[in-house]
């Protein structure tokens, strides 16, 4: 793969907001990986010093990683300091508190998409700009939901139905998510159209997370579908009766492809890996784990029905992996578990 024509030369800086979390850490460790630099923002350089101190130690002390600090998304200038210099960015942070109180969340976090874009226009370094959506941006991934995701569908009903009037009660929290995810993502394509910027701009759009955690906090969350699994969360593994799951090192790959591939550009890139259900989570759980004890199978199982062409992102993976496919499901459970964090 180290022969192929990059947008952005070996050893450029690549910006990578979010970069302590579940994807910006294996976003940030592509990038060093194949030879980039990586300045990450994060919203608290204590909370963050793993990264440097611990995880990618080696590589911050001979400067090729460096923390910056942005503790407000929407702040006016936000990235303006940070983006001085840099060749490419992956735009991963966002808000996962699923506070159910819209103007809690989504006006900071368009209001962040357009901060960072502004400060790339006035950046003439910047090549490639990719950003980090989700299959709820497009449509909910639930049973009996037959929809072919195309480049133009989203899902406006959970804009309508997060912004609904109070009372704000807890239960409304995911629906304030997706519609941050999908009214962010449109800000993207808005501010593509309106401005057309002189970097190229791609969105990866990934379904249920799985894989390697790097820290603790990564076996942590609302949406950690293995942990639910593997703790017997049955109040949510009922909420989310089937799903896509596709391992975080692909969902990195897809966006370290969009920042350094000439040819990607304007793609909105569904990557959603493998259909499963908890049995199919279950049953590979018990084969890791054969000593331990978990919830029993669900009677009568189900698949998502949704579908979208993926062949771009199977292209990517193709070209800068040499993957036939999206890792294996059965690869991506055990990396999750695989570690000190989980008994």
Same mark, same amino acid.
């Given at each position: ?86 060749? !490419? ?6 808000? $996962?508190?699923?506070? #159910?109180?819209?103007?809690? /969340?989504?006006?900071?976090? &368009? %209001? ?116 639910? !699994? ?6 949510? $593994?009922?909420?989310? #009766?089937?799903?896509?799951? /596709?391992?975080?090192?692909? &969902? %990195? ?91």
């Amino acid at each position: 793969m180290s022969s192929l024509k990059t947008s952005i030369p070996i050893g450029s800086w690549v910006l990578v907001t979010g970069a302590t979390g579940f994807v910006g850490s294996h976003v940030t460790r592509q990038l060093l990986e194949r030879g980039y630099k990586v300045r990450g923002t994060v919203r608290d350089l204590e909370q963050a010093s793993w990264l440097v101190d611990d995880v990618f130690k080696t590589y911050a002390d001979h400067g090729l990683l460096e923390l910056y600090a942005v503790p407000n998304l929407g702040a006016e200038g936000a990235f303006d300091e940070a983006i001085k210099g840099i060749s !490419a960015v992956a735009h991963i942070a966002t808000i $996962m508190s699923y506070d #159910p109180d819209p103007n809690n /969340v989504i006006p900071q976090i &368009v %209001a962040g998409v357009v901060s960072i874009l502004k400060a790339a226009m006035k950046e003439p370094s910047v090549k490639s700009f990719a950003f980090t959506s989700s299959i709820l941006a497009a449509t909910f991934p639930v049973p009996g939901n037959n929809t072919h995701v195309e480049r133009d569908t989203w899902n406006d009903f959970a804009v309508q139905a997060a912004w609904a009037p109070p009372p704000y009660e807890a239960s409304r929290g995911p629906l304030t998510y997706i519609a941050s995810k999908v009214l962010a993502e449109k800000e993207v394509w808005k501010f593509v159209e309106e401005n057309s910027p002189h970097f190229s701009v791609n969105v990866i759009n990934p379904a249920g997370i799985i894989g390697e955690p790097l820290h603790k906090k990564h076996t942590e969350g609302n949406a950690n579908w293995v942990a639910m !699994a593997y703790k017997g969360d049955k109040e949510t $593994m009922e909420s989310y #009766p089937a799903g896509f799951y /596709v391992d975080v090192k692909d &969902v %990195a790959l897809l966006h370290v492809a969009c920042i350094v591939d000439p040819d990607a550009k304007n793609l909105r890139l569904q990557a959603w890996g493998h259909p499963a259900n908890w049995n199919d989570i279950l049953s590979i759980l018990r084969k890791l784990r054969p000593q331990r004890q978990f919830v029993p199978d669900y009677p009568n199982p189900q698949y998502l029905t949704i579908s979208a062409d993926q062949s771009d992102s199977l292209a990517l993976l193709k070209k800068w992996a040499g993957q036939d496919d999206w890792k294996p499901l059965e690869s991506g459970i055990a990396e999750s578990v695989d570690n000190a964090w989980y008994e």
